[in-house]
């Protein structure tokens, strides 16, 4: 199932197109086991660099141009440092992907707009699926293969692996606490906070 243009559903996998929404409301964050979504957490532009394998040069004229911003904490003149959340790296490694294949920026775009809009659970069931020029969502293995068999799918990206890549790559870099700054050191940033939470009750 994807949404075309006009805002209506349609069966099978359909271009996503500007302007497209997601056709039910975004999961809950607590959906996603881990909850790796939480906003209590931030990762600074090199560590984003780092688990999305993009250059800081990228993640900066992404920022600047509004393909992907920081949900967290966006810089406000210098001196500031870009806070990005977990799914903010996902989307950047999705779009290092798109890129790398050839997909044009505007339909990069309409991309990141559709991710955005959908609901956690929803992202770790999906596969983008691209012939070079336009992007198509599919939620299930039969839309896959009838692209495949269409000659229209030339690659996929299946977003729950990129987002078990990311968490795996994270899991070795420093996160930062969004509330005290504090710095979280190695192995799982969400692993060593709830750590913390359980200790503190």
Not at 42 to 59: D, F, K, M, N, S
Request: net charge neutral.
């Amino acid at each position: 199932m994807a949404i075309t243009g006009d805002g209506m559903a349609a069966e099978g996998a359909l271009p996503l197109h500007a302007g497209a929404t997601a056709n039910h409301a975004p999961a809950p964050a607590a959906a996603v086991s881990g909850d790796c979504e939480t906003q209590d957490i931030g990762y600074r532009g090199p560590t984003a660099c780092a688990a999305a394998g993009i250059t800081y040069r990228q993640l900066d004229y992404w920022a600047r141009t509004g393909l992907v911003e920081p949900s967290i904490r966006p810089a406000y003149g210098s001196g500031t440092q870009r806070l990005y959340s977990f799914r903010d790296v996902v989307v950047l490694k999705i779009v290092k992907r798109l890129l790398d294949t050839g997909v044009s920026l505007q339909n990069i775009r309409t991309a990141v707009q559709h991710l955005r809009a959908r609901g956690l659970a929803d992202l770790t069931r999906m596969t983008l699926m691209s012939d070079g020029a336009t992007v198509y969502e599919c939620t299930s293995p039969d839309q896959v293969v009838d692209l495949l068999q269409g000659g229209q799918g030339v690659f996929g990206i299946a977003v729950g692996v990129v987002w078990r890549d990311v968490e795996g790559a994270l899991s070795q870099l420093h996160g930062e606490r969004v509330d005290t700054g504090e710095t979280l050191v190695g192995k799982n940033p969400h692993d060593e906070l709830a750590r913390r939470r359980n200790r503190a009750g």
